[in-house]
């Protein structure tokens, strides 16, 4: 049964001692309890899976934001990172910093972006979920040294926090592994390491982070590395899942950082079979997925409507078909061994 927003609130007064005095907020606060990150610790590979500090594998189920630039930009905040982990059951966020050279993104309002990602990151390690902070681009191989210096920056603030996982690179387009997206890794790696030596990084790979196979077979020589796999069910199928096996008999660590319900432009219908299908795969294979996304625009993948409050606390009508049935999969999600 889905809570009401009036219990915790009334708890939320109650823990004041004050109730007379409580002003009733909008969302409820996180709870104090240790939460996921205090049950698995900092997260690491250990071979073809990704491990918590007792070495079993984390399998996690959360969702992702959308573009810190756009139609996502007003949820950007506590009240829908605690919403998602209190009544949605995320066990991680990612926090996608939207680049690109457009209007209002990290290239042209770097400020405004910054404070976006870093309110999710703050109120994620307050909430005790896993954060990934993702560099959102398909060129980030021709932004190396922004990039380097922002997760220099990420490093600085957050790297003591187990909860942090760095993702470099979203989704490279036509480059070349060899070429362009493996030596810009390797610069942003070493940038991070000589000031965070042990949080898990994720690497993107070519083809919208599908050559996992490519990667895996020239691998980047870090300790903590995992590749990012990225699909969309309407789309994407068995031939996909056929490179993430190779990428894995490769000894690749694999990371469901974004997935979709629907086509790989975000529309189509719910493509419930092939969902089912991805889903069983990632619960054989023990990996994490963080589904998108939070944002209202009017497509499949939007997980909210416009009526939706920027603070969480939202009711059914609020959420999209997609919201609903991706909140449903989450809620229920039993792979957690720690479960
Ligand atoms: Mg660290």
Redesign the pocket.
Same mark, same amino acid.
């Given at each position: 049964m889905r809570p009401t927003k009036l219990l915790p609130v009334l708890a939320a007064c109650a823990a004041l001692f004050h109730l007379s005095a409580c002003a009733a907020p909008a969302v409820p606060p996180a709870p104090s309890a240790p939460g996921i990150v205090s049950a698995h610790g900092?997260l690491r590979t250990a071979g073809n899976r990704i491990v918590g500090e007792a070495g079993k594998p984390v399998s996690l189920a959360g969702v992702s934001f959308g573009w810190s630039q756009w139609e996502a930009a007003r949820f950007y905040n506590a009240g829908t990172v605690n919403w998602l982990k209190q009544d949605w059951h995320a066990q991680i966020v990612r926090a996608p910093l939207g680049i690109h050279a457009e209007p209002g993104s990290y290239l042209q309002a770097p400020a405004a972006n910054l404070a976006r990602v870093t309110r999710v990151i703050d109120a994620a390690i307050a909430a005790d979920l896993y954060v990934i902070i993702d560099w959102h681009d398909h060129n980030a191989h021709l932004h190396q040294e922004l990039a380097v210096a922002f997760f220099q920056d990420m490093a600085r603030r957050y790297?003591?926090h187990p909860h942090v996982i760095y993702e470099i690179f979203n989704e490279p387009e036509q480059a070349s592994w060899a070429r362009d997206v493996k030596p810009y890794a390797e610069k942003v790696i070493a940038a991070i390491r000589a000031i +965070?030596? +042990?949080?898990l990084i994720v690497a993107g790979s070519p083809h919208w982070a599908q050559d996992v196979d490519v990667a895996a077979a020239d691998p980047i020589k870090d300790a903590n590395v995992a590749y990012s796999l990225h699909f969309y069910a309407g789309s994407h199928k068995q031939g996909l899942r056929a490179k993430a096996v190779k990428a894995m008999n490769l000894g690749a660590a694999l990371f469901v950082t974004e997935w979709g319900t629907c086509d790989a432009s975000g529309a189509g219908p719910i493509n419930e079979k092939s969902v089912a299908e991805w889903m069983a795969f990632i619960r054989e294979h023990q990996l994490s997925h963080c589904t998108w996304a939070v944002y209202d625009k009017k497509e499949t993948a939007a997980i909210v409507r416009r009526s939706a409050s920027s603070k969480g606390g939202w009711k059914d009508t609020d959420l999209s078909p997609s919201g609903k049935y991706v909140r449903e999969l989450i809620r229920n999600w039993s792979a957690d061994p720690a479960k």
């Open positions: 900092r790297g003591k +965070d030596p +042990d949080n």
